[in-house]
T-cell receptor, first 115, second 112 residues
């Protein structure tokens, strides 16, 4: 099993540019999560999808952030326009079902630097 | 969400047992106790979870106090690879049970 795949692993961009982060969940998992990790705020849940449908996007910081899951094997997190305060490590995670107790499997993360 | 309290850091020697404590005095009857860890430059990974009884798996053991207000993650023989941040998380069986709310965790250092 390849695990959760994220790309790119590192992204450096300039303020104002559009950034797209990609995630391929583990096959058969129908829950997908996007998290953001910074030194100041730790790990925060941004958005949760179940069966490709966004269930909870209350953690999305503002309208500059958007996430999509067009099918069960692919999701994107887009920031437009990007700002220096968006610099963080972004993790995608997946799990089987929305049922309680299922562990979440995290990807290796994308380290985003906005100059 | 019910909160957890963990020491900021702990140190251990290689091949010795490690006991990582977690206090959760406001835990509710429907909260499970989950542990995740995050190795340097990696995403978090699941370690173990439990409700009332002690639990064992290949990675660790979880000892839960009788009143459930505290728990201890036990690594039986620490290795250098166990150096990580360990997160103790309460997860409600109902409602928004998909949520993992990460605190600051405990940074475990393992000395050779």
């Amino acid at each position: 099993d390849a695990g959760v795949i994220q790309s790119p692993r590192h992204e450096v961009t300039e303020m104002g540019q559009e950034v797209t982060l990609r995630c391929k969940p583990i096959s058969g998992h129908n829950s997908l999560f996007w998290y953001r990790q910074t030194m100041m705020r730790g790990l925060e849940l941004l958005i949760y999808f179940n069966n490709n449908v966004p269930i909870d996007d209350s953690g999305m910081p503002e309208d500059r952030f958007s996430a999509k899951m067009p099918n069960a094997s692919f999701s994107t997190l887009k920031i437009q326009p990007s700002e220096p305060r968006d610099s963080a490590v972004y993790f995608c995670a997946s799990s089987r079902g929305g049922a309680f107790g299922n562990e979440q499997f995290f990807g290796p993360g994308t380290r985003l630097t906005v100059l | 969400d019910a909160k957890t309290t963990q020491p900021n850091s702990m140190e251990s020697n290689e091949e010795e047992p490690v006991h990582l404590p977690c206090n959760h005095s406001t835990i509710s009857g429907t909260d499970y106790i989950h542990w995740y860890r995050q190795l340097p430059s990696q995403g978090p990974e699941y370690v173990i979870h439990g409700l009332t009884s002690n639990v064992n798996n290949r990675m660790a053991s979880l000892a839960i106090a009788e009143d459930r207000k505290s728990s201890t993650l036990i690594l039986h023989r620490a290795t250098l690879r166990d150096a990580a941040v360990y997160y103790c998380i309460l997860r409600d069986i109902g409602g928004s049970n998909y949520k993992l709310t990460f605190g600051k965790g405990t940074l475990l250092t393992v000395n050779p």
